[in-house]
């Protein structure tokens, strides 16, 4: 069995920041690349905790949030 994924896009949903904001974290070496499927990046699970760490360290993230529960 794999580890769930989310896409950017649907993280950015969940944590209430904008898609560009995570995939920056990405491209600035912040997070470490996740795979990509179809040229996206489907980010694993077990990475949030640290994508939420990140955006909290630029100021990003407007409140943490409660938990993260993965996609629905």
Request: positive net charge; without cysteine.
């Amino acid at each position: 069995m794999t580890e769930k994924q989310v896409s950017t896009g649907l993280l950015g949903d969940e944590l209430g920041v904008q898609g560009w904001r995570i995939a920056r974290l990405f491209e600035t070496g912040l997070v470490p690349e996740p795979p990509r499927v179809a040229g996206r990046r489907m980010i694993p699970r077990s990475m949030v905790p640290q994508i939420i760490r990140a955006l909290e360290g630029r100021g990003w993230l407007p409140s943490r949030p409660d938990t993260f529960n993965g996609p629905r």
